[in-house]
């Protein structure tokens, strides 16, 4: 049983129910339902007695711990052996849930930031809340008497109250919030009877309370009568049957029995003592878990398809195990049986001491020498060793017959897989690592049923965290997140609260239960940054040429970088730096800074591109003063050319002067030759 510091076991359900005494819920604390109850438990238990008698008799062959009758008899316990080796082999490190975006989606940030939230409060708690040994302990249930049972349920502390300084009201003042996963007994787990687990009705658990822890947890429920007449009882030694001799004898405080029903048709939970007479607490469920037991089912055991009723390791090698203790015993047998001894002639007393007190080196005298060698044939006439021979075969054979039965109990067991894949000498390391994992065939089906079993419980606890803690709480137990990440906190609270569930997956992998092989791990690390480097050399020229590439590029290394395990942590950085590579490339870019060289050359092209530009410079000019002097030459004929015709139009304008002067002169002289000719005409006119 999983004990706590009181000596009872870990407390009922408590904190994740409001504790509601409404008459809605008081209807069903009646004499009734108490009767119902009891009845389904009696059934219950009926159906498992079988189960129940074998698994207290595992456990003691497990133990060695043996009858009066068979005090006397040698055992081979190779039971014990196996059982360590499965166990080791199923468990081996407390294990990393891979909580992931359920569609590997690169441009998820917030479901990836929540998930990083949840996975790191999950693991924070595994470390810190003794996981490994509560895993163990149900292992141990799976591979001994066949059952294995785990139990979530929400633990909160609070604080002294404190008051908003807006409203003056009260704040509830939270301290502590877990997810505690208990260990169960396997005699302390029941459900109703049925074919199948899809077809149970109902589970419990019983948990022994002591008085104090009783009026803690029902004095607001139950009625006070009930309380006052429960029966506590100390179980004292010699009131231990001889079915409970390995549970404790030895118990100082008086505990009652309380079983934690989970009824699924009604979704309600009641808290039953057989002794009682009505329910002590019913309360509707607030867990609202997807499957509303408080319990991964199937538990950790082998079933068959017509009871769920488990089938034991040992119940299907048992007879193996009783020939191996009777082969073992007679060979025991036969040990003692092969001793030195012998009859010896009366007659010579002396040999007696031949044997017995005679030390090395050393001889017994002997009477009449001559008789007693002659007549009576010395030593070997006179003395006769009884057989041995003929025990040492039988003993041979049975050694032979032992290991044989052992050969057949590995071979049920599946040790034999796990021996194939054992090292021999001389053989290197890959050879052993790959005729390990060809060897253990078997043994995986049973360490991936563990890691689905882990995995049902972490997904129980994963969905109490999203349902009761505080976003205070989740942030602190996360620790620093990358920078990047920040960003996206507020959202990934938000959709935590929401429906987690339905944006990402938790896995627990066979390998995060297993020792972790080191090796494996640095090479996924060098591929991956192999792979990586690669394909940047490959993709980041063709982006510089072709800056519309870089979206396609950047998508296909997000799509590949979102699949990988581990990657969650430095996607959000490495997001940043590849946004920050397509920025850099749609941006102009600048020419690289030239050598001394280059620059030498520079100067030198530009010295002669100069002295051209100065030639062509000279030539142009020295053509267009010729063409300048060409022109003015012109302009000076055409100006002389000018001045001459000028000359002659005024020669002609001299003349023509003349002309008109003298023509005028002519029409005066003729006017004047008029006007005397009118004045002698008669008349006077």
């Known amino acids: 049983m999983n004990y706590n510091d009181e000596g009872v076991e ?99 940030d917030v479901s990836r930031v929540a998930a990083n939230l949840l996975q790191r409060n999950i693991s924070y708690e595994l470390e810190c809340g003794d996981f490994d040994a509560r895993i163990k302990q149900m292992l141990f249930d799976r591979v001994v008497p066949g059952l294995g049972v785990g139990w979530v349920r929400f633990e909160q502390e609070e604080g002294p109250a404190t008051f908003d300084a807006v409203t003056g009201q009260p704040v509830e003042n939270i ?10 007994a396997w005699d302390d787990f029941h459900w109703s009877p049925c074919r199948v687990w899809t077809e149970c009705r109902w589970v419990a658990r019983k948990v022994p309370m002591s008085k104090d822890a009783i009026k803690s947890r029902f004095g607001d429920t139950a009625p006070a009568d009930v309380l006052a007449h429960l029966p506590y009882v100390v179980t004292a030694a010699n009131k231990v049957e001889s079915k409970d001799a390995l549970k404790p004898r030895n118990l100082t405080q008086a505990t009652v029995d309380v079983y934690e029903f989970w009824d699924k048709e009604r979704r309600l ?30 538990p950790l055991g082998r079933f068959s398809t017509s009871s769920t009723l488990p089938i034991s390791d040992y119940s299907l090698v048992q007879n193996q195990y009783i020939e191996l203790d009777d082969l073992n015993d007679r060979s025991t047998k036969l040990i003692k049986a092969m001793q030195v001894r012998w009859v010896y002639n009366a007659e010579e007393p002396a040999l007696k001491d031949l044997f017995q007190t005679a030390a090395e080196g050393q001889g017994i005298p002997v009477k009449n020498w001559a008789a007693f060698s002659g007549e009576k044939g010395g030593v070997k006439g006179s003395m006769e060793f009884t057989p041995l021979d003929e025990i040492a075969g039988t003993y041979n054979k049975l050694i032979q017959a032992r290991e044989a039965v052992k050969a057949q109990i590995y071979e049920v067991e599946g040790i034999s897989d796990l021996m194939r894949g054992a090292p021999t000498p001389y053989e290197s390391a890959s050879a052993t690592t790959m005729k390990g994992k060809l060897s253990s065939s078997r043994m995986a089906v049973a360490q991936r049923e563990v890691a689905s079993y882990v995995e049902g419980l972490l997904r129980l606890k994963a969905h109490l965290i999203c349902r009761f803690y505080t976003p205070q709480i989740i942030l602190q137990r996360a620790g620093q997140l990358p ?82 395990k581990g990657a969650r942590d430095f996607e959000g950085m490495l997001d940043q730096q590849l946004e920050q590579i397509a920025a850099s490339t749609n941006q102009p870019q600048q020419p690289p800074k030239p050598t001394d060289g280059e620059l030498k050359a520079q100067a030198q092209q530009m010295r002669i591109q100069a002295d051209m530009q100065i030639a062509q410079l000279e030539e142009k000019t020295k053509l267009q003063m010729a063409q300048m002097q060409a022109q003015m030459k012109q302009m000076d004929l055409q100006l002389k050319t000018f001045e001459a015709q000028t000359r002659a139009r005024a020669v002609d304008a001299t003349i023509q002067d003349n002309q008109a002067r003298q023509h005028i002169d002519a029409l005066k002289a003729a006017h004047s030759d008029a006007l005397d000719v009118v004045g002698f005409m008669p008349g006077g006119q």
């Open 10 to 108: 870990a407390p009922v359900s408590d904190d994740a129910f409001e504790l509601d005494v409404s008459p809605a819920l008081q209807q069903y604390q009646t004499t009734d339902e108490q009767e119902y109850w009891i009845a389904e438990l009696a059934a219950a238990q009926k159906e498992r007695l079988k189960f129940d008698e074998r698994g207290r008799k595992t456990i003691k062959r497990y133990a060695d711990e043996r009858d009066a009758g068979e005090l006397n008899k040698s055992y081979f316990n190779v039971f014990f052996a196996n059982t360590e080796m499965k166990m080791a082999a199923l468990y081996a490190r407390t294990p990393q849930p891979d909580i992931k975006r359920r569609y590997d989606d690169p441009d998820d």
């Open 175 to 184: 301290t502590k919030q877990e997810s505690e996963i208990d260990y169960v």
């Open 269 to 298: 939970v009641f808290w039953v003592s057989p002794s009682g007479s009505v329910p002590l607490d019913v309360q509707a469920d607030t867990n609202e878990f997807a499957e509303f037991f408080p319990t991964p089912l199937p």
């Open 483 to 564: 920078q990047a990440d920040t960003q996206y906190i507020g959202q990934a609270l938000q959709l935590l609260k929401s429906v987690p569930f339905n944006h990402f997956r938790l896995l627990v992998s066979v390998d995060s239960i297993q020792l972790p092989n080191w090796n494996d791990e640095k090479q996924e690390r060098s591929e991956l940054m192999q792979a990586v480097s690669a394909y940047l050399g490959q993709t980041l020229p063709a982006v510089q040429q072709h800056p519309q590439l870089a979206p396609l590029v950047i998508g296909m290394l997000k799509f590949a970088i979102a699949g990988y």
